[in-house]
């Protein structure tokens, strides 16, 4: 059974930078395609960025362009959110989740398009 597991968050000052890590275990990496989420109080859980199983690319809603970078480790089963130049309007619960083994989602920032799911992690970005 697929799972995932997140590195801890943190407080980090506005400006700072920050790394989270996703651990996959439970089946064959290699062949998900994942994303990262964040989910603030009161809103809705929304799509950060997504890395595909085959080619590795990329790609980044408007709020994190420039300043996050999606990255894996096929070595370490492992993917990454290196989040620079952090913003207090970061702030949020961060997740990671993992699509089904060889399905490309027609729309990767739909999170029903993903059935597996981190626990989540707090990230505090203040000013």
């Known amino acids: 059974q697929v799972r995932l597991v997140e590195s801890e968050g943190g407080l980090v000052q506005a400006g700072g930078s920050l790394r989270l890590a996703c651990v996959f275990s439970g089946g064959t990496f290699d062949n998900h395609n994942m994303a990262w989420f964040r989910q603030a109080p009161g809103q809705e859980r929304a799509a950060v960025a997504t890395?595909?199983?085959?080619?590795?690319?990329?790609y980044y809603t408007d709020p994190v362009k420039g300043r996050f970078t999606i990255s894996r480790d096929n070595a370490k089963n492992t993917w990454y959110l290196q989040m620079n130049s952090l913003r207090p309007e970061d702030t949020a619960v961060y997740f990671c989740?993992?699509?089904?083994?060889?399905?490309?989602?027609?729309?990767?920032?739909?999170?029903?398009?993903?059935?597996?799911w981190g626990q989540g992690t707090q990230v505090t970005v203040f000013s």
């Open positions: 989740a993992a699509a089904r083994e060889y399905v490309y989602p027609s729309d990767w920032t739909d999170k029903g398009e993903y059935p597996y």
């Open positions: 890395t595909t199983y085959a080619g590795g690319r990329v």
